[in-house]
């Protein structure tokens, strides 16, 4: 027998071509069905097992076909890259501060936005300035507190937390970052503490 081998169906009155109505019969441990099935996988853009093997099936019948066809989609590194999953984050409990019902701003976190452009002297004035909006969170109520700031030095900020104070009541708690003018409050606040602790005694 010369040629190929091939399926034979009942599909002589059918209006298909004669390749789609007798397959190639191929081996799924054969190179050529591995070549034929990464053909496909490309030339479709990189489609899924299902679409590989119900286009494969217009020319060749690969015995496994499906099986031959999950193989590549698997050891495709694309395809690996564009379904990978999400890392689910862990979250950590919240803090006690944070869920003690208690008044607000009793602790409170505070940080800076900005800069804002501020015009100096009115509406009208073409002279702008920087300036900063300090934010002070309450951690029990998520209330939000807004400041507004000259610039970004203790002496500035001190006025900031004289304004809020006043408005609030003194906060047990304060949290802040790194930043120079929340380190500068911190000495400055407790160098004053220790001089008045000192007078005291």
């Not at 944070?98 to 976190?109: D, E, H, I, W, Y």
Request: charged share 20%; aromatic share 8%; glycine share 6%.
């Amino acid at each position: 027998m010369d040629g190929p081998i091939r399926v034979g169906r009942r599909l002589q009155a059918a209006v298909l071509d004669y390749d789609e109505k007798h397959q190639v019969i191929l081996p799924s441990k054969c190179h050529l069905s591995k070549l034929i099935a990464q053909h496909n996988h490309t030339r479709l853009l990189h489609g899924g097992p299902q679409l590989m093997h119900s286009t494969i099936h217009q020319h060749y019948w690969i015995t496994k076909g499906r099986m031959v066809c999950g193989k590549i989609v698997h050891s495709c590194v694309k395809c690996f890259r564009m379904q990978a999953a999400s890392a689910s984050q862990l979250m950590g409990n919240l803090p006690s501060l944070g869920v003690k019902p208690a008044r607000p701003f009793l602790s409170c976190g505070v940080d800076y936005a900005g800069p804002f452009l501020i015009c100096q002297d009115g509406r009208r004035s073409k002279t702008k300035v920087k300036g900063y909006a300090a934010l002070f969170i309450c951690l029990a109520t998520k209330a939000i507190h807004i400041e507004l700031v000259s610039d970004l030095t203790t002496k500035a900020f001190l006025a900031a937390l004289c304004r809020f104070m006043a408005r609030w009541g003194r906060s047990y708690n304060i949290y802040s970052d790194n930043a120079t003018c929340f380190k500068g409050t911190n000495n400055t606040l407790c160098e004053l503490r220790k001089m008045l602790n000192s007078d005291v005694q």
